[in-house]
């Protein structure tokens, strides 16, 4: 029997007569209460069978009672049978509610003439419900961190209308935490959420039926789930009804949270093109945590990115910086730089974006004049910078080696193809008679920078003044000993009223001064001025001039210069003794020459037995030999009386203007004992992981009964040493040679060996010792250098530079075209060692597009023994052609002897080019 629906129970009264006949129905409920709810009487001529009841069921069922939920009784057939008996059939149908009915008792109650007691037939009712139906519960695809979500399940087909429907949340622990009850009444509670805005909503449709007492209901959770409350949770939806204790439906929540970004920042403070600039970006709030970052311009990938630890934050999401590193040029400006992040969260990557805005350097123009200086008339000094960014900058203007003045920018403008600017820089003075030759300096930088100042020169000459040039060096580089010229020219003068001279610092030269003029126009000389010398270490940094007195200068015009000789470190001698031996009465004399050094300043220091010899020491005064150069010598003298058996003797000259320091040792030995030779080192200057050879020679040794040992400090070496058997020398005594070979390493430097000799003739042990140093290598690469020097499109071109100061033959090199390794036409040499290291050659091989222009090559070395590295940038620039410059100024108005072509024929009128001089 099912609630509310249409049920039918059948009864048949057979074999009975007469044909008077009652028959009752009765509806006894779970309280004992009674009721008739139909009651049937018949004749016995009555055969038909009567029209149907229709009874109203109870007027006090909790639903209301509709039209067909009324019970309907219906005699089916009363009838005669042959044998002269009756039967009646009837039929009970009824609607039956599982609330008022379920564990009643429906009862037929039959009284008949012949029954002394009614005849009773009793059923009892057992109503059911319908049990709900539950759907999965149906949520978003994609279920992100603090974006609203709706969860939703579906309850059908189920009666009586009364359920509880309770959402509840199995966390990663496994504890369940109640969210939600909707309760037989109809109530929503919401548990913990009093006084707060609750975290949760909870809605409930109806989805009606034909069939009014059955139901549907759609039960919507909705909230914004967080990655720590609610990743890897499991929301349950259990519905109680009176049908079935509870049915329940699940959903495990797979949160992420999509990442953000902060502003791209540049972190390099003065972002110049052409320097190495590091840009960061935040990216935080993601989950899960693996997260792709790449950094582009514009379309181009960047290698060159770090990215930090990723780390979680108090609300379990995930946050990292990233940091990358390139190389500005004057065409990154205005493009875009990306931070792209690609996650599973997202549908397709996100970016975040800088137009990137380096500081552009200016290309500055040379400085002009508005017309030709003249003394005490007015002249403006302008240059233009182009091409530069921002367009604020600050400009100084120097006269000579005097104090800077801010000068001022008279005009700029902005392109608005590029977005850069262009300003004219100007300065207006008034040439005095001290102006003539005079070099003006306009410098240029970024004043929240201050690095990277640009200098453009500019030297004045006034018209109808002589002009006096640089003094050149013949040969450029002067040399001790050989001929030098120093020239000077003086143009454009009048014979009447110059005189020129030679100073070495205040002193006039007369010596090697040589003069020769030539006329170029009417009373207009050009003058040629020679001092021809031989430098000697007295001339090491001193100051030469040439004086020009003429009647336009109220003071002489002086040029200076300061030979560029070098310092020059001594040679020493072995030093010279009277007597090798020692013996019990001689005195012993010490010398050592000290020679071809510049300039003369040296300390001489003895030694004995590495105490400072306190005797008395006599200096030879230097004296300039013919090479230029100055010698000198040191003398000393010992009383045997203060010697051992064995004394060394060193003479440390320190030669103050190289800072190098030259020393020499002798022993000075006991007749008769072994003669232990400085222990030599092969290679001088070994490096890491090299095998080395140190070998000692012994000599005057007595007899053959000689033992030798090598030493590490204190500890004894066997392995690697090679010692030969004594032999006879001439004089009769005995030598021999010991040899240490061993490989080394970075744990050697500083390390004392040390070689011992002991003989039965002796208590005590000879013993030399020696010092491993080891080279310190400074990893280097030179210039890179181009052939052709200004190559052309479609012309073959080789890059190469020098490696040196490799500390093994295990060198990496690679080469970089922007950032991208360069595979192909790459040749490195064989490392070979030298006095510095190891050396070798790098070089690459293409053939030059137009497209190459302006682009930076890199050579990239790495040592791997000391893990040290070093690179060296090369910017790449095509040959665009000669450039004939144009007249710098002119004069306003011409003057006599002005041509079309822009020359005169009057050299005095010519305007002086300062790039030309």
């Known amino acids: 029997i099912v609630h509310k629906e249409q049920t039918t129970f059948n009864c048949s009264v057979t074999g009975f007569r007469p044909a008077d006949i009652q028959i009752q129905w009765f509806l006894e409920f779970r309280d004992g209460r009674k009721e008739k709810i139909c009651d049937w009487n018949s004749s016995a001529d009555e055969e038909n069978t009567p029209d149907a009841v229709c009874i109203p069921l109870l007027q006090n069922a909790v639903e209301p009672v509709v039209e067909n939920e009324a019970v309907s009784v219906q005699i089916t057939q009363f009838k005669k049978c042959a044998d002269g008996t009756y039967s009646a059939t009837c039929s009970f149908l009824v609607f039956l509610d599982i609330n008022i009915h379920n564990e009643a008792k429906l009862i037929v109650e039959v009284m008949h003439s012949t029954l002394k007691e009614p005849l009773l037939k009793t059923i009892e009712l057992h109503v059911q419900g319908v049990h709900p139906t539950l759907s999965s519960i149906m949520k978003l695809q994609h279920v992100r961190h603090c974006e609203p979500l709706t969860l939703a399940c579906a309850v059908e087909t189920f009666k009586p209308r009364p359920l509880t429907i309770t959402w509840f949340q199995t966390d990663s622990e496994g504890k369940e935490h109640e969210i939600v009850c909707l309760d037989e009444q109809g109530g929503t509670n919401l548990p913990g959420t009093a006084g707060s805005r609750p975290k949760y909503i909870h809605h409930l449709t109806e989805n009606p039926h034909e069939n009014g007492h059955t139901y549907s209901v759609l039960s919507v959770l909705m909230f914004a789930p967080v990655i720590k409350e609610d990743n890897n949770s499991t929301y349950h939806c259990r519905v109680h009804h009176l049908s079935k204790q509870y049915e329940t439906s699940k959903v495990t929540l797979e ?4 990442p953000k970004f902060d502003k791209i920042q540049i972190i390099t403070e003065t972002p110049f093109a052409g320097e190495v600039v590091e840009l960061s970006c935040k990216i935080h709030s993601f989950c899960p945590k693996n997260i792709h970052i ?50 599973e969260s997202l549908t397709e990557p996100q970016e975040q974006i800088v137009i990137f805005q380096p500081i552009l350097i200016p290309r500055m123009s040379t400085i002009t004049t508005s017309e030709v200086p003249r003394l005490g008339i007015p002249v403006t000094l302008s240059l233009i910078a182009e091409d530069h960014f921002p367009a604020d900058f600050v400009v100084l ?36 008679w001290e102006d003539q030759d005079m070099k003006y300096t306009a410098e240029m930088y970024y004043s929240r920078s201050g690095k990277n100042p640009i200098f453009v020169d500019y030297f004045l000459f006034l018209k109808d003044f002589p002009v006096v040039t640089d003094i050149l060096c013949d040969p450029p580089v002067p040399l001790y000993g050989q001929k030098l010229k120093l020239s000077c020219e003086v143009k454009g003068f009048s014979a009447k009223d110059m005189e020129t001279s030679w100073f070495k610092e205040n002193e006039k030269c007369y010596k090697g001064v040589t003069l020769s003029k030539s006329k170029i126009a009417e009373d207009m000389y050009d003058l040629h001025s020679c001092l021809e010398l031989v430098p000697t270490g007295l001339d090491y940094k001193k100051e030469f001039s040439f004086k020009v007195k003429h009647s336009h200068l ?5 040029k200076k210069t300061i030979l560029g000789l070098q310092a020059i470190y001594p040679t020493l001698s072995q030093l010279k003794t009277s007597s090798n031996w020692l013996t019990s009465s001689n005195m012993i004399h010490l010398m050592v020459n000290i020679s071809d050094y510049a300039p003369s300043d040296i300390t001489v220091t003895w030694y004995q037995n590495n105490e400072l010899f306190t005797g008395k020491c006599v200096n030879s005064a230097p004296v300039i030999k013919a090479n230029g150069l100055f010698s000198s010598s040191s003398e000393i003298k010992l009383d045997r009386g203060t010697l051992d058996h064995s004394s060394t003797m060193m003479c440390e000259v320190e030669h103050k203007a190289t800072n190098n320091v030259k020393r020499t040792t002798c022993r000075l030995q006991l007749k008769g004992c072994p003669v232990l030779s400085e222990i030599c080192c092969y290679p001088e200057e070994p490096l890491a992981g090299e095998e080395v050879k140190l070998s000692c020679d012994v000599t005057e040794i007595p007899s053959q009964l000689v033992t030798v040992h090598w030493f590490k400090e204190e500890k004894e070496i066997k392995d690697g040493v090679t010692t030969t058997e004594p032999v006879r020398d001439g004089s009769g005594c005995y030598k021999l040679k010991t040899e240490l070979r061993f490989i080394t390493t970075q744990e050697d430097d500083g390390i004392k060996y040390a070689v011992n000799v002991q003989h039965q003739n002796f208590n005590f042990t000879y013993e030399e010792n020696f010092i491993c140093m080891l080279f310190k290598c400074q990893l280097s690469v030179s210039e890179i250098h181009c052939l052709p020097e200004e190559p052309s499109a479609e012309e073959e071109v080789t890059l190469s530079c020098d490696v040196t100061g490799l500390s093994s033959p295990r060198a990496t090199v690679k080469w970089f075209k922007k950032d991208k390794e360069i595979q192909n036409n790459v040749r490195i040499t064989e490392p070979l060692r030298a006095k510095e290291g190891y050396t070798l050659k790098a070089e690459i091989k293409f053939i030059a597009k ?6 930076e090559y890199t050579v990239k070395v790495l040592d791997s023994e000391l893990n040290t590295s070093a690179d060296e940038k090369f910017v790449f620039m095509l040959f665009r052609g000669k450039v004939t410059s144009e007249t710098e100024c002119e004069p306003t108005n011409p003057e006599v002897g002005d041509t079309d072509d822009g020359f005169t024929s009057d050299t005095s009128q010519v305007p002086l080019n300062s790039n030309l001089l």
């Not at 006269?399 to 207006?428: D, M, P, Q, V, W």
């Not at 137009?850 to 682009?855: S, Y």
Request: proline letters at 3%.
């Open 255 to 258: 949160v992420k949270a999509s």
């Open 294 to 343: 790449e950094w582009l311009k514009e379309d181009e990938k960047l290698p060159q990115f770090k990215i930090s630890e990723i780390r979680m934050d108090e609300d379990g999401l995930y946050y990292l910086t990233s940091t990358v590193t390139f190389i500005s040029n004057r065409t990154d400006f205005k493009r875009k730089i990306k931070c792209r992040v690609n996650h």
């Open 397 to 432: 203007w120097t006269r000579g080696n005097g104090r800077a003045h801010i000068g001022k920018i008279s005009e700029c403008t902005e392109s608005k193809e590029t977005g850069l600017f262009t300003s004219r820089l100007s300065k207006l003075i008034t040439p005095t």
């Open 554 to 558: 109220e003071e002489p015009f002086i």
């Open 850 to 855: 137009q497209e190459d222009n302006d682009t």
